[in-house]
């Protein structure tokens, strides 16, 4: 099945600003948007955002998500250690009936 | 709490087969469709299966299609997935994960299927 674009890798500073993206189609992301997921070596994935720009309590409003058509985009404002993680995006596909994955991206905090 | 917690998992030969749970807690597992998600090691997610809320639909995969079943027991709060014919490439962290409206949006910490002769 085919799934969503993302970057393989992004490296930003320490405090600057990274944005992650995530391109889709009319079918999935340009439909509902996406769905952004953190995850750390070894530990299950983390919701992030979901329906475009929700964060779930405890979530840090340094994470903001937003879509433009079929591209998804998580921004991370203040970059921290702790970002250091594999962002993954997730849509609902309307045409295959199935969730589409990105293959995530790895950010690194220089 | 509201959590989701799998169970099952373990190492298997090629060909046999394998039924791994998921059990949920501090909600209604009756209102929500349910999703199992897995993880090769050292690999991206892949969305294995989703069904309804009620069980009246099911939706597969293509590398799981004939192979794999996903159920549900509305009574007990508990999501199953039966892997059949299991092979080499099934191997992987699985997870839970619920979906709201087409967001998976709570998730369980994952159960490992190793499939090894």
């Known amino acids: 099945q085919a799934g969503l674009t993302q970057p393989p890798s992004v490296s930003k500073g320490l405090r600057q600003t990274a944005t992650l993206t995530c391109i889709g189609n009319?079918?999935?992301?340009?439909?509902?948007?996406a769905t952004w997921l953190q995850q750390h070596q070894g530990h299950p994935p983390k919701l992030l955002s979901y329906r475009n720009n929700n964060r779930p309590s405890g979530i840090s409003e340094r994470f903001s998500a937003s879509r433009s058509g079929n591209t998804a985009s998580l921004t991370i404002t203040g970059l921290q250690p702790e970002d250091e993680a594999d962002y993954y995006c997730?849509?609902?596909?309307?045409?295959?009936?199935?969730?589409?994955f990105g293959g995530g991206t790895k950010l690194t905090v220089l | 709490q509201v959590q989701l917690v799998e169970s099952g998992g373990g190492v298997v030969q090629p060909g046999r087969s394998l039924r791994i749970s998921c059990a949920a807690s501090g909600f209604i597992f009756s209102n929500y469709g349910m999703n199992w998600v897995r993880q090769a090691p050292g690999k991206g997610l892949e969305w294995v299966a989703l069904?309804?809320?009620?069980?009246?639909?099911?939706y597969y995969a293509d590398s799981v299609k004939g192979r794999f079943t996903i159920s549900r027991d509305n009574s007990k709060n508990t999501l199953y997935l039966q892997m059949n014919s299991l092979r080499d490439e099934d191997t992987a962290v699985y997870y839970c994960?619920?979906?709201?409206?087409?967001?998976?949006?709570?998730w369980g910490q994952g159960t490992l299927v190793t499939v090894s002769s």
């Open positions: 997730s849509a609902w596909d309307s045409s295959l009936s199935t969730v589409v």
């Open positions: 069904i309804w809320y009620d069980g009246t639909n099911e």
């Open positions: 009319n079918n999935n992301v340009g439909n509902k948007g």
């Open positions: 994960a619920r979906e709201e409206a087409g967001d998976l949006t709570l």
